[in-house]
Each structure stands twice: as structure tokens, then as C-alpha cells.
């Protein structure tokens, strides 16, 4: 099966994904400052959101780019890894309208956590319809980065209960820590 | 003519169906359990309609692997298709929003005999453009996980009148059914 | 300049303007069928407008397969079709939620006729870079149907201050007319 | 790596970006000509967004056609663009709703000169992983356009406090400077 509509769906999904976030931001009845303020941080969730499905997007793109074929299993494995992201704007809204209250932000890195989980499944998917010396297995190496990132939700979620801006930060952190798109594979495609 | 322009517009209509579903879960207003309770129905019916659309895209792509051209019908076939997946997000809200009521779940079941329908003149179309001996021919077969669906359905609808949750589970085992995408198509391709 | 960006960017804006005319149908708040029935109009003015962005695509479609290539004016020319299209749902749902009131009728014929006009003026732009005798100006030919519809929306949209029915009769007689794709192009790509 | 994605996922974003604005434009539960009044300065303002998205779109298509290969940082160039473009819906909503109240006015320029910061940076970051004398950095140029429209934005910004119409004449201006596509990199690509 060749992997160029999975592809186009998955950009499809994204893209509307990282679109109607934008939507949660109510147009304000007011026209001054005052009324603009509180979006502020509806405003700053979306960034944060905004960014993470952009790191979701570009990992997506690094990942497919080393792929050869892909099976049913695959299919479905990207059908997971997509329906946790459709989740963002929900959360995304919830987190922000509520001024980063504890339990939403504990909901957003539950989500967080399972996009992650997710895309561990969609890549464990791939590489058991390639070989074990294909481009795909040596980009992927031993994912220490993957592993760092689940850590720091799994920290990130219990903290929310009683420091909820701590956890916005790790967040934050793990975002940064994606913001370079994923080398390996550029590396051993280029090699 | 191509397939490439009906594939890529089905991608998109089929992303926009899956992904605008989220937006009948409304934020709400508290930021407690109790808050999200009433939810939990709307994102019930969600994850189903979000398996229901994946299968039919899982389905979609498998059909379009086989197909070698399409003809004017064929774009009507698709179209037709395409409405009754529209209807989609707005059976997912009612049903959800009133947890399951009768008449919401009939209807439910109603778009999805329809979609089932649809999907089944696509094919026929389809069949109706290329030899009787073709990959898509033999790939189709007798198709017996469609009219097995079609019956559960028509058994579904007038049953959620007294059992709802009976319906709603008929129309899980329909998708448990369908998770596994069209092997058919993929032995002949390979074969 | 290649064609295939403005196939895609097309496919997708056609894509969300059809799947988000259905949003304008509002999940009813009761669960029997009389909160159904006040959504009735809103139905067949969705279906009616679906076959409308669902022609303009067939005939998008038809018409970029004989294409050779595209120049900035032809960029412009397919934005303003667009244009005109992404205000179908908001005719659509003025129409549905106010029973087929008078202006709401000539006001979507008004959009049905702009539309109409700048699918013409897309043809031109695109003949204009094209040979006379090249496969697009044989397959466009006298275009009798275009001018055709363009008298059909002319005589609508006044009548529909009297008569908004028959109005919706004219509209769904173009559609109806339509619901063929062109043929025109087919046979000159065959031939 | 290939630019397919990048111009499909771009593609995808602009086209619901130009597409979602739409839905500021509430449908009015009048149906004389009185109640659809109100909504001309936000018809107004969508049909300036509506052309300035467009026109991002026809540069974005013109100035990858003359790219070779993209890098990590050019993702995330694009990204940060897409995330201005992003705020076309919120701004365009704010000054149509409110007749082109002064802030409003402001922070729609605001949006503007941030998108044309990120385009800038966009072309910067694709010269950089072409050479010197490649087609793209020929068909780049000194880029005055971009210069001049830079200046008139923060012209405009200002201006809006006190003069609110004379900056949608000047953002309008802009506008029409760059209907015309960029004949720069249509005559490089052609020489």
C-alpha cells in the first residue's frame, strides 16, 4: 500500500486541527484593551497548542518521509495518534477560558500524554512492517527523547492538582525540547 | 480520468467530517468533574462516529487502491456518499447531547443505513466501470460484511424506539466488525 | 506554472465550504419529532446548496483536466469563483432558518448568479492561455448550457419577491440541468 | 527532503483559514434588507481578508515553485507564518463587528505587518539553504514590495487611533499592490 493518501489525510486532520483552536477565541463585544485582556489567556493557550501540533506535524512529516510502505494496522495506528490530537481544541478551549485551573490543566497533559502514547504506537506500528536494518529502525534509534517527554506529562499531570502553572511550564519544556525537528532522521536519510 | 482529484477531495471532506465532530463539545463553563459529567454521552457518541468516519476512510482508500479510472457517475456515487457522511456531526450531536434518547439513536442508525447504502451504489458504480474480471471485481466478491452490516442496521433502528443501548451496541459490533480493514483487497492486490 | 497547487487549494476550500454548510443545521434541544420539524427547511436548503458546490466541483474538475497550464490571471480568476462560493453558507442558512422568505431566496439566487459569472470569467481566463484549437476551447464550445443558467438565475431572483418557490423550482432546474457533468470535456479527451 | 507536504499541509491551513472567516458573518434572524445592514462592515472586512489571504496564498505558491529542497528551520518558518494567517478569522471578526472601531483597526494591522514579518523570514530562511546564484534568491531580488509594504503598515497601525478609515485605505492599497502576483519569479522561472 503506498503511504501518499495516509499522508494527505493526516495533513487534512492536522491542518484543520491547528485551525479551529483559533475558534475558542471569541470575538470580544468590547473595542478597547479592557476587553481584549480576557482573552489573554485563552490566547496563550492556543500559542502553546498552536505549537504543539505543529511539533505533532513536523515529527509526522520527518517520520513518513524514512517510511516505505505501510499496512491496515498502520492505518489505524495513525487513525489513534489523530483522534487524541482532535482533542486539543476541546481541552485547548477548557485550559484557557478557565484561566489554567488545576483540573484542566491535568485534562490538557492527559491528552498531551496520550498524543504522545500514541505516536509511540504509530511508530512501533512501522517499524513491524519494516526490517530491523531499514532507515526507519536506525532513525528511530532508542527515542530517549520520547521516553524524556512521557516522564514529564506523567510529572506534569499529579503537579496540575496543586501547581498548575509548574506543569504549564514542563509542558513548555517538552515543546522546546521538539521545537528542533527530529535530526535523526534527517541524518540517516541523508546518509 | 484520474482518481487522484476524487481521492483528494474525499480526504478532505472525510478530515473535515471526522475533525468538526469535536466542535459539539461545547467547553464548559465549570472546571470540575462535575462539569465534564454531562459531557461524557457527547464524547461517547464522538469516539463512535470518530471510528464510524475512520472506517469509512480505511474503506474508501483500500476501494480506490483497486480502482484503475472513474467516470462521471462515479463522482455523483462519491458525492452521494460524501452527503450522508455530512450528516454525520449533526446525528453525533443530537444523539449525544440527549444521552441516547429513542428517537436519536433511530435517526443515528438512519444516516448510517444510508451511508451504507451510499458506500454500496459507489462500488457498483464502480464495478459498472471497469471488466468483470478485474482486480476490483475480484476484490469486491460477494460482499458479505456489507449486507451482514445492512441487516444489523435495519434490525437497529426500530429496536432503539424501546432499547437504545441495544441499538447503540448493534451498532458497535458493526464497527468492531469493520476495524479490520477490507482484507479482500489487499490478498488480490498482492496476489 | 503547474496546475496542481490550485487543484489542491481548490479541492480543500470546496471541501470546507460543503462540509460546513451543515454546521448551519443546529442540534434541536427536544428529543421527539417535532423538534425536528422546524430543522426541515434548513435540510432542504443544505441539499439543495450540497448539489450546487458538489456541480461546481464536478465541473472544476472537468475542466482543469484539460488544462495545460495556468498564469497569474487564472490564479485570481479561480480565488473570485471561490469567493463567491464561500458565501453559500451563509445564504444557505439565511434561507433554511427563515422558511424560503422572499429576499433570502433572491439573495442565494444572487450568490448562485455571481457564482455562475465567475466560473464564466475563469473559463475565459483560462482559454485566454490556451490555442484556439487546443483540447480546452473544443471542449468549452458555444457553452450554451452557461448561458442558459445565467438567464434561468436572471429570471429567478426578481420573481422570488412574489413567488420564492418558484424560484427554488428555477434554481433546482439549473442544478438539475447540471447534474450531468460535462460530457463537452470527456469526449474531447477521449477523442 | 520534499516540499509535497509542506505546500499540501499549507494548503490545507490557508484554505480553512479563508473559508472559517466566513462564519463571522452571522446569519441574521431578520429577512428584510434592514437586517442584513448591520452585517456590511463585517462583509467588508471579510472581503479585505478574504483578498489578503488570497494574495498570501498566490505568493506562497509562486515562491515555492522556484524552491528546491526544504530544511527543519524552513518547517517552522512556515509554521510561524500559518500561526499569523491563523489570526485572520479573530481580527477580521473584531473590526467587522465593531464598524472599524480604532483599536480594532490597530491590531488587524498588527496581524498584518506579524504575517509580513513571517513571510519575510520564511524567504530568509529558504535563501539560506539555497546558493547565491540559485533561481529563488534571482527571483527574490531586492524586494521592495515587501519593504514598502512594511513601512505602510506601520504607518497605518499608529494612524488607526485617530484615523481609523484612512488605515483600511492604506491596508487596502497594500492590497491592490500585490494583486498582481510576483512577476519576478514567473520571469526567472520562465528565463
Known sequence: MHKGRLEAFSDGVIAIIITIMVLEMKVPHGTDFA???????????YVLSFVYVGIYWNNHHHLFQAVKHVKGAV??????????????????????????????????????????VAYTILVRSLLACHEA????????GPDTKGWVSLG????????????????????????????????????????
Open 35 to 45: 476587553s481584549l485582556q480576557p482573552l489573554l489567556p485563552v490566547f496563550l493557550s
Open 75 to 116: 492505518l489505524w495506528a495513525n487513525l489513534h495518534l489523530l483522534f487524541w490530537l482532535s482533542l486539543f481544541p476541546f481541552v485547548t478551549g477548557w485550559m484557557g477560558e478557565n484561566h489554567f485551573a488545576p483540573l484542566t490543566v491535568a485534562l490538557y497533559g492527559g491528552v498531551l500524554i496520550m498524543a504522545a
Open 133 to 140: 536494518d531499514s532507515a526507519l529502525a536506525k532513525a528511530i
Open 152 to 191: 514529564i506529562y506523567a510529572l506534569g499531570i499529579p503537579l496540575a492538582c496543586w501547581f498548575p502553572w509548574v506543569s504549564v511550564g514542563l509542558y513548555s519544556c517538552v515543546a522546546v525540547l521538539w521545537l528542533v525537528p527530529d535530526r535523526r532522521i534527517e541524518k540517516v536519510l541523508v546518509a
